[in-house]
């Protein structure tokens, strides 16, 4: 069964998904919600039976989506998500858009070429094993969770990265492990925003850091007379309390998330 939300606004939210799913959008984040975290991004396999979630609620809402930090190109591979007919999968926090096969991607912003160099001598300098750059191409992710300390791997390195995106004009954020250098304004409320335009409800569900503005922007679509929930994806030591503590629904893991999606396609369908 569904579980209930624990937040008014979050209960309005999941009842007019259910009510209308015609007018609803429900947007499901990857790593960590859809997929266990893991040590190697490109290890992240979709949990059992989130295929099959997936298929079934892309077939009873209005749109459904998956939204990532990685390139959608990378996401529908490694998720085998190109099985799943009309899903959108949304990569890079809304730079990029994949559907149906075709892969709609703006060139990489100059900065992030500016900023690989350094980033490399930046963890040279540092001589960490086992963390290492994932080059996204709109961006830069060091990884430290397979460090002996990876929350000492990561403290360490976050003030000379911090500097190197300084001085190329990007930003860094920090997630499960992981600091990313990414040009500004680029994030999941944006996304999701513009994945809720003219939309008549929102759902959204997450893991980690870079999921609040999406939160924020489910909560500004509230504000505005749309309807909408979010879910937190909880699982492991390090995941964020932020998430839990604003959440609507918060769920045990990538299972629990399979389970809630599959729970609504079967109650949009009673």
Not at 1 to 26: E, F, K, N, S, W
Not at 201 to 212: C, E, I, N, T, W
Not at 237 to 250: F, G, S, Y
């Amino acid at each position: 069964m569904l579980p209930d939300p624990r937040t008014a606004a979050g209960r309005l939210g999941l009842a007019a998904v259910i009510a209308d799913p015609a007018r609803a959008v429900v947007a499901v984040d990857y790593d960590g919600t859809l997929a266990p975290i893991v040590e190697r991004p490109e290890d992240a396999r979709p949990e059992p039976g989130a295929i099959e979630a997936l298929a079934a609620l892309t077939a009873a809402v209005g749109r459904c989506a998956v939204v990532s930090g990685r390139s959608a190109k990378d996401v529908v591979a490694v998720g085998g998500l190109d099985t799943v007919r009309g899903l959108l999968v949304v990569g890079h926090y809304g730079l990029e858009s994949w559907h149906d096969g075709q892969l709609d991607s703006p060139p990489p912003d100059p900065a992030v070429d500016a900023a690989r160099p350094r980033v490399a001598e930046v963890l040279d300098a540092a001589a960490i094993a086992g963390a290492h750059i994932e080059d996204k191409g709109h961006s830069l992710v060091v990884h430290t969770r397979p460090a002996a300390d990876p929350a000492a791997a990561l403290d360490t390195l976050a003030e000379p990265l911090g500097v190197v995106a300084r001085g190329c004009g990007l930003e860094v954020v920090s997630g499960r492990m992981v600091l990313e250098l990414r040009p500004p304004g680029v994030d999941k409320g944006l996304a999701v925003r513009r994945l809720a335009e003219g939309w008549g409800a929102v759902g959204y569900l997450g893991d980690d850091l870079g999921d609040l503005p999406a939160y924020d922007a489910v909560e500004q679509l509230r504000a505005e007379g749309v309807p909408g929930f979010t879910a937190a994806s909880v699982s492991g030591d390090d995941a964020p309390r932020e998430l839990a503590e604003r959440a609507d629904i918060v769920l045990a893991g990538p299972a629990a998330v399979v389970a809630l999606l599959r729970f609504l396609a079967e109650a949009i369908g009673a």
